[in-house]
């Protein structure tokens, strides 16, 4: 399994976490605003963060696209 793979599921769990979400919604959510394409594309400077900082990261991520 790839690096990026692995960060991929570490950001899910994590916004799952911090959110109080459900597996299912969370990858749903991921989905539906193309977060696993953002965090593949940006996993060089991603990975180097901390999880609190990716969570605020993807939920501002996901609410630029809401207004779109």
């Known amino acids: ?40 594309s940006f996993y060089d400077v991603l990975h180097t963060f901390g999880d609190r900082y990716i969570v605020a990261d993807i939920d501002e991520f996901i609410a630029a696209r809401q207004t779109v």
């Open 1 to 40: 399994m790839s690096e990026i793979v692995k960060f991929k599921a570490f950001c899910l769990e994590r916004y799952k976490y911090a959110h109080n979400m459900k597996g299912r919604e969370t990858l749903r959510l991921f989905k539906q605003y193309g977060v696993m394409d953002y965090i593949g």
